[in-house]
């Protein structure tokens, strides 16, 4: 294993909200330097080079690609740029960080793993909450075997009122999205309970989407589905931008046959019923970048060969064949397959 610790030259492509919580993360690393950005408007990228101290600037990704002394990039474009800037960074040389969700298709994300590794580079996805400190304790409570055999989970992220816009609305546009509420917030539950399950393959998907409110968004605005995967563990998952209830609800509940316990980006509870009654013991964490740090520190390490990287391109394309399961489950009314039990 390398100890190498000299310079890793970042470059982020895309200077929005996201690139800023990457050069956030990146300013933890040790020997780390963010060497320059990508963004297309002018005004944005200035004021993020400032912000950062960022000494190169460019417009087209592809500049910044071809710039020699960059290691590594932080891809945290609009969904629809996912594969083409992964790829063409990998195809440079570049090892890649790439926001969520891993691309537009499970197809995409599966030529942008392939590609990965036909280059021998790391790719790893931005799914910063398999880093928060509830993520990471209850991951050790699981392993240590204080739920016992977690068998059900149940993953929510619904919200009341709230579509996002993005810039010139592509997160309501399907061609640039690729979907709506399950695509943008569905995937990090998804990814939260799938993750603590210990990344089962997933054998059948039944789901239903919804466009209920098409003068605020032209893609879904709620979906739910339930997912069976090998070794019996199922999965009910609902996420929604607009939906009629009190307020918006966010977590993931896991169900074992010691314990059970829910989690969220700042609280962790562990529950324990028995014939004496039921415990609860919990802990909150009011970090809100640690997810952040984590990511960007799992991928700097996994570069110089001192990790592996947490969400590799394989388990991205998963979550890929997952999302596009419930889409196409509910386009064609009937479950879907996605590998035989074994």
Request: aromatic content about 8%.
């Given at each position: ?10 470059g ?7 690139a ?40 087209e ?13 932080s ?6 740029l ?21 691309a ?16 021998g ?17 209850l991951?050790?409570a ?7 055999d ?20 592509w ?5 640039r999205?690729?979907g ?33 409110f ?6 879904e ?19 929604s ?9 966010m ?18 509870e ?22 952040f740090?984590?990511e960007?520190k ?11 990287p ?10 890929m ?22």
């Amino acid at each position: 294993m390398s100890t190498t610790r000299k310079l890793l030259r970042i470059g982020i492509v895309g200077a929005g909200w996201p690139a800023e919580r990457h050069a956030d993360g990146y300013r933890d690393c040790e020997n780390v330097a963010v060497v320059a950005v990508a963004d297309l408007d002018e005004t944005r990228r200035e004021r993020f080079a400032r912000q950062y101290g960022v000494p190169r600037q460019y417009g087209e990704y592809n500049e910044l690609l071809a710039d020699p002394e960059i290691d590594a990039v932080s891809i945290t474009l609009p969904n629809f740029l996912h594969r083409p800037a992964t790829v063409a960074a990998l195809e440079a040389h570049k090892h890649v960080l790439c926001e969520k969700p891993p691309a537009m298709t499970q197809s995409e994300a599966r030529q942008m793993a392939e590609v990965a590794s036909r280059r021998g580079l790391v790719l790893t996805y931005a799914l910063q909450r398999r880093f928060t400190a509830p993520m990471v304790e209850l991951r050790a409570a699981i392993e240590a075997g204080r739920l016992g055999d977690v068998y059900h989970a149940r993953a929510v992220w619904t919200r009341a009122w709230g579509v996002p816009k993005g810039l010139d609305g592509w997160f309501t546009d399907p061609a640039r999205a690729g979907g709506g509420a399950l695509i943008d917030i569905g995937v990090h539950v998804l990814d939260m309970a799938w993750y603590q399950l210990g990344c089962p393959q997933p054998l059948t998907v039944s789901g239903q989407v919804h466009h209920r409110f098409p003068d605020l968004t032209r893609t879904e605005d709620a979906a739910f589905a339930f997912i069976r995967f090998a070794g019996g563990a199922s999965l009910e998952l609902a996420a929604s931008w607009v939906l009629a209830q009190e307020a918006d609800h966010m977590g993931v509940s896991f169900y074992g046959t010691r314990a059970g316990a829910r989690v969220d980006d700042t609280n962790l509870e562990l529950y324990t019923v028995g014939a004496e009654g039921r415990t609860r013991t919990g802990r909150t964490s009011s970090d809100a970048l640690a997810g952040f740090r984590g990511e960007t520190k799992n991928f700097v390490a996994a570069v110089r060969g001192e990790a592996e990287p947490s969400a590799p391109g394989d388990q991205g394309a998963v979550l890929m064949a997952m999302l596009e399961a419930v889409y196409d489950s509910s386009t064609h009314g009937t479950e879907v397959t996605l590998a035989a039990p074994r």
